[in-house]
């Protein structure tokens, strides 16, 4: 055989059908096989017109009483309307768009079996565009009589003609599809085998349940949601183990080292911290990599952590890379770094990109040679010419700013395998984590410092606008500091800009005897750097700023912030930006103006953040309204597309996946059994297919 046939030799597929079909991408049978529909209709019994309901899409059938319309121009349009009674009642079906062929189908006195969705219309019920099932199509095995799979649009394929192709396909090819997991597999996914399930979810048995199959609870829908989810975390737990038997330099504390951070610790640590610090501690004394995600919300203390780490390493002369995502934070890590090590013999140094090029290549001289223990910087750390002495500890803060390549690049900075911290401020929903951070170990900072005040807030429609305006003067009056936030202009960056010049202007009008100040993202680093310093010295006293302020940033006079636009943000993005203000010890409000159109949905979608400053319940909500595709950290992380598979909906599915991969390959790594030749196949084959990630 010369590859795999054409759709074109699947009967009732002419070269026509074929290249329409092929422009969908399905060219093979076997393509077609994993074409699926994207509902069902319940066409098992005719409907009786009087229990016909408003919403439902059912057969119904009936004498045709009356045919109107035809060219005629009817109110303009081209309708066509045929009224039918089936003795309980009358329904009328509409067409927009009248074709002779139309006419032809319908002659009065005559009966007709129609199938769409029902609705009401000046009391009468109706149905548009309704496909025609011919009076003898009653015992059509694939268009009526029962549970009938609802298709993808193809351009240029009728949607029953799409029907018979596929009936064809599925007799012919589905059983031919072989199954490639183990049994074991099978029954602790609680799935049934793959030829059953590509039959039954194209054309599902008589006995189904169509609700079940709408909600991709049926158990073969779950056959290949698992399938899709396993693969994930294969590769993830995979990951997992290779970095663990990887050898790395054991980096244990000692009673002195511990002695001389706990001098220096500005505050109590908080019990979380405590314990996110002996997991942490606990991993880098080992000659393994530790491989750990530091999760946190927004102001929990994860700074004080990354900082008692590169002590530890400090102390047995090793060096530190802290990577961060802007060189704002880069520069707020330096100097508390700085201040924290004061009088120590620990020399640390700054890399970004902006610095000039002699500073940056006696940087790079100092971490070259050594002379450098802890280096602080963006992206620059990880670029080219950048050569770390000994570099046994990597930082990453904001992970979710960075791609999984950019971890890998800090990795390969190191002579063996470093150990690897990755933080991160956006609380990740579990289920999301286990796809997103699956190769990594988790802990959690789950407690805020003492003190902490939740910040007030409010959402304000664009009416009250006078309203928000007024606090924010209370605040600067009571010696506050404030923070106006502008969306980015997703279409233009000088559309951003030009909001965010224009509201500084408005702003400077305003507060005339106040500092103002702008932030965005093409100012040069030296500029954003002073404007941010004159903002933390409260020489700038209300900063208006794109969403670059968005990260770690530490200005804990700040009390109030205004969000312009703040339906174009995210609720976890939101909650990113308002962990900005209530930092110090006065309470804080966040001001959330909606406006325009869709203010009151927006309003509703807000709500959640008036009712909870928890970052976690915030990312639930967020994840159910937008799903992951929008999640920080999602597009970065090369995952695969999820086809079948939604993470809330399959949260159940997704965790038995994970288990069952982590069991897999704790008792077969190499698939090397003759029971897992299939599934180590389809592994080889799914891994060639993604190569970019796996
Ligand atoms: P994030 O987790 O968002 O990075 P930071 O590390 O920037 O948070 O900490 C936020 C603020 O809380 C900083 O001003 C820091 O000094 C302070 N802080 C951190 N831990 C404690 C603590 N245990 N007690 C009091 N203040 C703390
Ligand atoms: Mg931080």
Redesign the pocket.
Known sequence: MSGPPSIQYVKGVGPRLAEKLAARGVRTPLDALYFFPKGYEDRRRIVPLRSVKPGMTVPVKGQVLGVRGGGRGWGGRRLFEVVLSDGTGRLSAKWFHYRPSLAERFRVGETAVLCGPVRLFQFRLEMHHPEILAAADESDPVNMGRIVPVYPVVEGVPPRTLRKIQWEVVRKYASTEKEVFPRWILDAADVPPVHESLETLHFPPPEADAETLLSFSSPPQQRLIFGELFYIQWVLARRRSGVMKEVAEPLPWDREIVAEIKKRL?????DA?RRVLNEILKDMSLPHPMHRLLQ?D???????VAWVAAMVAWRKGVQTALMAPTEILAEQHYNRFSALCEGLPVRIVLLTSSLSAPKREKAREEIREGKADVVIGTHAIIQEGVEFREMALGIIDEQHRFGVLQRAALRGKGRMSPHLLVMT?TPIPRTLAMTLYGDLDVSVIDEM??GRKPVETAVVAEGKRNKAWERVRKELLAGGQAYIILPLVEESETLTLRDARKTYERVREAFPDTGVGLLHGRMKPGEKESVMRRFQKGEIRILVSTTVVEV?V?V?EATVMMVEHAERFGLSQLHQLR?RVG?GSRPSVCLLMVGGEQGEDAAARLSVMERTNDGFRIAEEDLKIRGPGDFAGVRQSGIPDLVFSDIVRDARILARSREIAITLLERDPDLSDPEHAGVKGWLERKDAAASAWA
Do not use: C, E, H
């Not at 500005?266 to 908080?270: E, H, V």
């Not at 927004?298 to 004080?304: L, P």
């Open positions: 500005p505050f109590r640590l908080t911290q946190g927004v102001g929990s203390g994860k700074t004080i401020a410092p003492p770690g530490d804990p962990g930092r």
